[in-house]
């Protein structure tokens, strides 16, 4: 996916009454191509398009298949989702607030809650053919910490997902570079018959993000 960059600079006129970090990441957020072709196409976030980056690469939505989102606000992947899938066939759950996107079935709830599951299953009449998770936590600069934090949150959406899938389902997490932790890795070849590591091109080059794709669930 090609996104034209600009060559004209955005400053921030007011960084002098900000902090550092924050000025660092709004200029970054102006600047960024991405987020401009985001906001001009009517998308709720850049990380649309890196979802349909995923999608064109290993072909996980078909007409019919069941989505659940987790972590889905402000839900740019629930988004793409439902225009492929068809109305009706994507839930979509968070902890915080989404505004509503026709089609998509959303609740606000932590999805380590049993009654998340059992949700998800009466909403979707059945097991799910996806189940897809871009959620990060809040960085602290450390990246021993960040890592921990992110693997823990990859291992639960894993576990999450294999209580979840239908036969032969698929799995797509944002993980850190270095990829997926050996043991989490050797526990999803077990149970997936491709585990692979994708870095989409809207990933920004900067970032240690990267996500795993787990296809084929053998159940």
Same mark, same amino acid.
């Given at each position: 996916m090609v996104v034209a960059k600009s060559r004209v600079k955005v400053r921030v006129k007011t960084a %002098?009454?900000?902090k550092k970090s924050s000025t660092k990441w709004l200029l970054r957020q102006l600047n960024?191509? !991405? *987020?401009? %072709?985001a906001h001009e196409m009517g998308y709720r976030s850049r990380a649309t398009f890196k979802i349909m980056e995923i999608d064109e690469k290993f072909h996980i939505f078909k007409q019919g298949k069941k989505v659940v989102d987790i972590g889905a606000a402000p839900g740019g992947w629930s988004d793409v989702a439902v225009k492929k899938v068809g109305k009706g066939n994507v839930v979509a759950i968070d902890i915080l607030e989404m505004k509503p996107i026709d089609g998509v079935v959303f609740k606000q709830i932590d999805f380590n809650l049993d009654e998340a599951k059992t949700f998800l299953i009466d909403a979707l009449g059945g097991k799910a053919d996806v189940v897809m998770s871009d959620i990060a936590p809040n960085t602290t600069g450390?990246?021993? *910490?960040d890592h921990l934090q992110i693997m823990a949150l990859v291992e639960q959406? +894993? +576990? !999450?997902?294999i209580d979840v899938l239908k036969t032969d389902g698929v799995f797509v997490a944002k993980v850190r570079q270095g990829g997926t932790e050996s043991n989490l890795l050797s526990e999803m070849k077990k149970h997936f018959t491709s585990v692979k590591h994708f870095k989409p091109d809207s990933s920004r080059k900067e970032s240690a993000?990267?996500? *795993?794709?787990?296809?084929?669930f053998k159940g």
């Open positions: %002098k009454y900000r960024d191509p !991405f *987020v401009k %072709k450390n990246a021993s *910490v959406a +894993y +576990y !999450f997902a993000e990267t996500y *795993v794709i787990a296809q084929g």
